[in-house]
């Protein structure tokens, strides 16, 4: 094995001093001069409705009102991977709380006030909220105009229809291998919303200077790709990339919801209309659950085929999601998870038909996990309970299925190196699989749950990634990248890197928050793919610098530069085993020779990376051919839970989780993701409940009703494990896990309240309600769903 | 407007506010006390807890007229100088992600200390469970709050 000496270590996180004493900086914490303005939003009370009038007379004539703008100010479409989404809304409206239209004025409270007087105009039209019901012949279509909205070349919507993306794949064939099974089980699992919840709600401050710059400071987590999309919805105006600028402080959470475009464009809009004045849309808690992205709901309807010994012969699957009424980024949702639906499996026959259908619920889109968790609770409930129909054990079965190296994945790329039996060996080790234990307790029950997961980067094939690098006058080092530190602990990764191939120690390096004027460009933060690509382009970077290095060094002693190398931030040299020159000595200011002048140069470094292999050319009719993905990120979870069977109420006595890293750059970090993340999965399977009323308004945009885990929620005991197969084309072997942390989370519950009280839940969440009124009622099986309440 | 004076971080202050002026707002926006972050509005999440004359409350759901007169303490005023235990062994531990929770936790584990210098995992989860993180799974802070050196707990 190969001796790190920063790699591989837990080193203290870089932004941790900032964040400890209050000095970071979140955008909401910049202080914009007694010129800024504040946006109010007037917004939709209609789930569905055309809009016939708006007046803004009265607004406008309230004292400290600057300006009233409507959707006939910005009448343009954008979108990530399909232009489906307007600033404001045009003619129609499509859920409750869209934006019609924003009064500015100089304090928060005129700008609330004269919100109020302006007055709109609707006429209502049929709204639909289930996915199913939207598919109908006689559905109402929410997008008349879809055959024209632009997409990516990988989605296939279907005008007159809400179909905004269907996924369709198939491989070998799966009739046949329904034959060849022994034992078939077939059946439907419901996931409802679900909300990010991060701390910090979304903002975004706009100004447009009076040289006709455009800058946004936003909480996000994607500020090239909100540049990008800025300069393409208000191209327009006039815009070229390079007069808009993308300022990214820290962000008080992301987990999805801050990725691509949302309500930051409609700063970046309003600030052209003010010229010179910054302007600040900043979402209350309410708006953060309603007008950013939610996690998509799904139905999904499964069945899978097996051999008596458990060999998979065969599967099948609807997934009908329900995108809301924009789903630019959620139909990728519904794409990347549509492709690798069958989870971490070997399976020769599949058949999986995706929908990505609009509803009059409020947009949906990407959330940690990235589809994978909603595919997760229904392929892992429903793989459970086929091994213990079979007789077999379900580790077993897992480990008899799951997928090998070089075996091809329902595509048909090959899967990569992965460590995923030996993620299900340490997790059944550790929650002592097999081991049957009683409460002391009559009225509770003990039950195990185990789950295995894979998730891979959801990306366009072509995504790119570049870093530079630069030393100061004492040695230190300055990156500048624009992935984005959410918390994962992005920044001191990156830190530890460059510090391998540089030998500078982790306390003389910084790494900066994106600014699209400077650091260099990053598609955007998500699909966990930070360490692996920006690593790369990172490790690029620095192994230019210490070219340059030796080349200083051989300009200036003619030592080989092959005999030289760098050790504890100095020059050393194979040949001459006297010589070493610290960095800081000559990599700003070059080295003087016997004549008196200088070899050298400011050692500056560049890198960029690229994937040469993906390819989203694949057949329609069956997602062959193509290769979509970069790679898998695999793992296994377990659980052991105690049952209330008078309350139903669950507690977590200890929950086990293994993922592979490849290589973990920073063991803690990945240790806090798996504790993070996995606590957050919980957390949907347990009790964080969204409801609508029968007008799909959301009845619990809040932390009283919408709950999120508490410090006394979290299990008795949380048991983090790395495997490390190293992933050949990532840095030092590392490949990403961030968001998988939460995927097994909700079968693993499911699997073990069945093995717990006998109760299987095909519905999330699994609250305490449920499994009373089952046991109550005597119930083996539970459908029941609950999103929208009726009347 | 009333004129209200109040001591922050030791030093003492005047602010003129509306008699609906919440303190969060007054704190950070006429002075400058960015540590305090504004997440719920309703004293659901503890993003913006202060310390109110040695106790912890959320100031999104304080009129800013209610505090005249009394003494106030912020992230900044424990920041000034050196960097307490408390802080420290969240350092130590890599305690937080985001860290849009970090200032309102570390006024609440302050006061948790201050009450009692050696609590158990219970009484952290306890005196902690008005504030929500949403990225740790909160372990790393109670191992934190747990592993503070005990000599300098702080006595502001």
Redesign the interface.
């Known amino acids: 094995m190969e001796e790190f000496k920063f790699i591989g270590k837990?080193v203290?996180?870089l932004?941790?001093?900032?964040?400890?004493?209050?000095?970071?900086?979140?955008v909401?914490?910049i202080e914009f001069g007694p010129n800024l303005l504040y946006a109010e939003i007037i917004e939709s009370p209609h789930p569905h409705a055309l809009i016939k009038s708006i007046d803004t007379s009265e607004a406008e004539k309230m004292e400290g009102v600057v300006k009233v703008v409507t959707g006939k100010d910005f009448p343009y479409k954008f979108g990530l991977y399909m232009k489906d989404r307007y600033i404001f809304a045009q003619d129609r409206v499509r859920f409750i709380g869209e934006q019609v239209a924003a009064v500015i004025a100089r304090d928060p409270r005129t700008a609330q006030k004269a919100a109020k007087l302006v007055k709109v105009e609707y006429e209502p039209l049929q709204p639909v909220f289930d996915p199913i019901e939207a598919l109908k012949e006689d559905a109402v279509v929410i997008h008349p105009d879809l055959k024209n909205y632009p997409h990516v070349p990988w989605f296939f919507p279907k005008g007159g229809t809400n179909i905004t993306h269907r996924l369709k794949l198939r491989k070998g064939n799966a009739e046949k291998g329904f034959k060849d099974a022994d034992f078939i089980l077939e059946d439907t699992y419901r996931v409802p919303r679900y909300a990010?919840?991060?701390?910090?709600?979304h903002i975004a401050v706009g100004l447009l200077d009076y040289s006709g710059r455009l800058t946004v400071w936003a909480s996000t987590q994607s500020p090239y790709t909100q540049r990008n999309l800025f300069a393409d919805a208000l191209a327009p105006l006039g815009f070229s990339h390079k007069d808009i600028r993308v300022i990214a402080p820290?962000?008080?959470?992301?987990?999805g919801g801050k990725a691509g475009v949302t309500m930051e464009i409609v700063a970046a809009a309003l600030a052209t209309t003010v010229k010179g004045h910054p302007v600040k849309v900043m979402w209350?808690?309410d708006q953060e659950f309603y007008n950013t992205y939610m996690r998509q709901q799904v139905v999904t309807k499964i069945k899978v085929g097996v051999k008596k010994d458990g060999t998979i012969t065969a599967f099948e699957m609807a997934n009908y999601w329900d995108a809301g009424p924009y789903a630019e980024y959620g139909a990728n949702v519904v794409n990347a998870s549509g492709l690798s639906a069958t989870g971490p499996y070997r399976i020769p026959n599949v058949s999986i038909d995706s929908y990505c259908i609009y509803t009059n619920l409020p947009a949906a889109g990407p959330y940690r996990g990235f589809g994978y968790s909603e595919m997760s609770f229904s392929v892992e409930s429903h793989m459970t309970r086929i091994a213990n129909a079979i007789g077999m054990d379900q580790a077993e079965f897992r480990r008899k299925n799951g997928i090998k190296e070089g075996d091809p994945v329902a595509y048909g790329a090959p899967m990569n190196p992965n460590g995923l039996l030996e993620a299900i060996d340490k997790v059944a080790d550790e929650i002592e699989w097999g081991k049957k234990e009683e409460s002391k307790d009559p009225n509770k029950a003990i039950g195990k749950g185990l789950s295995i997961f894979w998730k891979a980067p959801a990306m366009p094939p072509n995504v790119t990634t570049s870093a530079f690098i630069k030393f100061n006058e004492d040695g230190s080092l300055n990156i500048l990248v624009s992935g984005m530190e959410?918390?994962?602990?992005y920044l001191t990764v990156m830190a530890q890197v460059a510090a391998e191939i540089l030998t500078v120690p982790i306390e003389k390096i910084r790494v900066e928050l994106p600014d699209t004027d400077r650091n260099p460009y990053h598609w955007q933060t998500v699909a966990s793919h930070v360490t692996w690509a920006s690593g790369n382009a990172v490790k690029r970077a620095a192994l230019e610098m210490r070219d340059k290095i030796f080349e200083v060094i051989h300009a200036a002693y003619h030592y080989d530069k092959d005999s030289l190398y760098l050790e504890d931030e100095k020059v050393k040299c194979k040949l001459h085993p006297s010589f070493e020159l610290p960095l800081k000595d000559f990599v700003i200011n070059g080295i003087q020779t016997e004549d008196g002048t200088y070899r050298g140069e400011a050692i500056v470094g560049s890198g960029a990376f690229m994937p040469e292999f993906t390819s989203a050319k694949q057949d329609p009719e069956t997602s062959q051919g193509g290769h979509p993905n970069v790679h898998y990120t695999v793992g296994a979870g377990a659980v052991k839970i105690e049952v209330d069977k008078q309350t139903g109420k669950i507690r977590i006595l200890k929950a086990v989780e293994a993922v592979d890293a490849g290589k973990a750059i920073n063991p803690?970090?990945v240790e806090?993701q798996i504790?993070?993340?996995?606590?957050?999965g919980l957390a949907t399977v347990l009790y964080e409940d969204m409801r609508f009323d029968e007008n799909g308004k959301i009845l619990n945009p809040?932390?009283?009703d919408y709950k999120?885990?508490?410090?006394?929620d979290?299990p008795d005991e949380?048991v983090p494990i790395i495997v490390e197969v190293p992933q050949p084309d990532g840095p030092f072997g590392a490949r990403g896990i961030a968001e998988h942390t939460m995927i097994p989370a909700a079968p693993i519950i499911a699997n073990a309240v069945e093995d717990a009280i006998g109760v299987r839940v095909k519905t999330m969440p699994i609250t305490a309600e449920k499994i009373a009124m089952a046991i109550a009622n005597n119930k083996k099986e539970v459908n029941d769903f609950l999103m929208i309440m009726k009347k | 407007m009333k004129k209200i004076s109040f001591i922050l971080n030791g030093e003492k202050r005047n602010a003129y506010v509306e008699p609906n002026d919440l303190l969060v707002d007054v704190l950070r926006e006429k002075l400058g006390m960015h540590s305090i972050k504004y997440a719920c509005g309703r004293g659901d999440c503890g993003a913006c807890t202060i310390l109110l004359n040695g106790k912890g409350v959320r100031s999104c759901i304080i009129l800013a007229i209610e505090v005249d007169g009394q003494e106030i303490l912020t992230l900044e005023g424990l920041s000034e100088n050196k960097l307490t235990s408390l802080q420290e062994s969240f350092i130590d531990h890599s305690s937080f992600q985001c860290g849009f929770c970090a200032p309102g936790m570390i006024m609440s584990a302050t006061e948790l200390l201050n009450k009692n210098p050696n609590p158990t995992e219970e009484e952290v989860k306890e005196g902690l469970s008005g504030n929500l993180c949403r990225c740790t799974g909160y372990t790393p802070i109670i191992e934190a709050v747990l592993d503070v050196e005990k000599k300098d707990v702080d006595k502001k």
């Open positions: 837990s203290k996180r932004d941790e001093r900032e964040k400890v004493t209050g000095a970071a900086k979140y909401d914490d990010h919840c991060c701390l910090e709600t820290f962000v008080g959470g992301g987990f209350r808690r959410l918390g994962q602990g803690r970090n806090h504790i993070g993340g996995l606590l957050q809040n932390f009283t999120i885990p508490t410090f006394l979290i949380v």
